[in-house]
């Protein structure tokens, strides 16, 4: 199984069995290695999915997933 496809894996794993920490943790890092990649669109569609988990679940990454959505030009800061 590739990379990609454990990480593929992995959420749908975290989706199953509801666990809000680990799909905060998976989907920062599809976004990380979508943006490495060059690739802002698909970086920021995960990160999306992060900062939403976090959000939900009160997880303290929240803030550092909105500031690489408000540096991609995906999200502003609120006020």
Request: glycine content about 12%.
């Amino acid at each position: 199984m590739t990379g990609r496809a454990q990480l593929d894996a992995a959420l749908l794993a975290a989706h199953e069995a509801g666990d809000h920490s680990g799909l905060v943790r998976l989907y920062r890092q599809a976004g990380e290695e979508r943006e490495a990649a060059g690739d802002i669109d698909a970086a920021c569609f995960y990160y999306t999915h992060a900062y939403v988990f976090a959000l939900e679940s009160g997880d303290e990454a929240a803030g550092g997933l909105l500031d690489r959505l408000v540096k991609h030009g995906r999200d502003a800061r609120p006020g």
